[in-house]
């Protein structure tokens, strides 16, 4: 039976220390009412409290969403990768529960107080964090939002924001998976901005979530995806294109 795939975008912000900024963003959001504006501080250290935003306010608004990509404003999202993914892996493990992203395993945690990263040992004892995704982009299911509500009731949270929510996933016995169409650059040996703008945009356009795309590289990639999808020929030349994930690797 055909069916129709759809999304909805909001974008999570917090409080600038700019009042005039705080004005503008109030007008915005009233105008197109897709803008979150949490009471903190819009800091890095503060990032944590907008992850636990993301699961408060669909909660709130009674949100129906089957699955929830929380990402980055450097990311380039492939909707139409990540709808077919989505799609695929529904029709199949719909009843399974999924957290997916760039899993990573056996992360330390940093004791340098001069790290942005700093967590002391008593926001977080454990020498190295639970399994998790990167923040930059992530799914998981829309059905977890109230388990990971209550649990955040009781849950000790701590500042860094992607370890801090598979910290959370654990408690409720969800796994973190790893998918390799998201966040290929994150583990690059080499400069990710330099890789990204050698990538072929065949190479590219197999990818989910690209991160460290800057504002012109957005448009460029974006204009770059609908092409293909009007004339896929022009990746038909060779039948596969590197790896851009085992590349930087």
Not at 75 to 102: E, K, M
Not at 179 to 186: A, I
Not at 189 to 195: M, P, V
Not at 199 to 221: D, F, N, P, T, Y
Request: charged content about 20%; proline content about 4%; overall charge neutral.
């Amino acid at each position: 039976m055909y069916h129709v795939l759809s999304w909805k975008t909001v974008f999570l912000i917090a409080k600038s220390l700019d009042p005039k900024v705080n004005f503008l963003v109030t007008q915005e959001a009233a105008i197109h009412k897709d803008i979150v504006i949490g009471t903190f501080e819009d800091t890095f250290r503060n990032l944590y409290k907008k992850m636990i935003l993301s699961i408060h306010w669909p909660l709130v608004q009674n949100c129906s969403a089957s699955y929830i990509l929380k990402t980055d404003e450097d990311c380039f999202v492939n909707i139409g990768n990540l709808l077919n993914w989505l799609d695929s892996y529904h029709t199949i493990n719909g009843t399974q529960p999924i957290y997916a992203g760039r899993r990573q395993d056996h992360m330390a945690v940093r004791r340098n107080n001069q790290s942005r990263y700093y967590l002391s040992e008593k926001e977080f004892p454990e020498p190295y964090f639970y399994p998790y995704v990167s923040g930059g982009g992530y799914v998981f299911s829309g059905n977890l939002l109230p388990l990971l509500f209550n649990v955040l009731k009781t849950a000790p949270l701590f500042t860094n924001e992607d370890a801090l929510l598979g910290s959370l996933m654990r408690r409720i016995s969800v796994k973190p998976t790893d998918q390799d169409r998201f966040l290929p650059f994150v583990f690059c040996q080499r400069n990710s901005t330099e890789e990204l703008k050698q990538a072929h945009m065949c190479a590219l356009s197999k990818h989910i979530i690209v991160h460290g795309v800057k504002e012109q590289q957005q448009i460029r990639m974006h204009y770059n995806n609908a092409l293909l999808n009007s004339l896929p020929s022009l990746c038909s030349l060779q039948d596969s294109y590197e790896n851009i994930r085992d590349y930087c690797g």
